[in-house]
């Protein structure tokens, strides 16, 4: 039996984590490591990868992820 090998992108991941910082169901405080409450176990490993091999450690926050937000004036 073949299994899929689940594979996410940096950018994927950055749109699931501001999906969760917006919702509020995170804080861009947070470490990374959060993430995993919000992902499958079997697809948590492919995403701790693309973690890593866009050099993000675990522990870094969630807004080292997502980056500078743009604030329109009111």
């Not at 409450?37 to 080292?64: A, H, K, S």
Request: aromatic share 10%.
């Amino acid at each position: 039996m073949l299994q899929t090998v689940l594979r996410y992108s940096i950018d994927e991941i950055r749109d699931e984590a501001r999906h969760l910082v917006d919702k509020g169901d995170i804080d861009r405080h947070q470490p990374l490591y959060v993430l995993c409450q919000f992902i499958p176990p079997r697809e948590w490993t492919c995403v701790e990868f693309e973690l890593e091999r866009c050099d993000y450690l675990l522990r870094d926050c969630v807004g080292d992820l997502l980056g500078q937000e743009d604030w329109s004036n009111d």
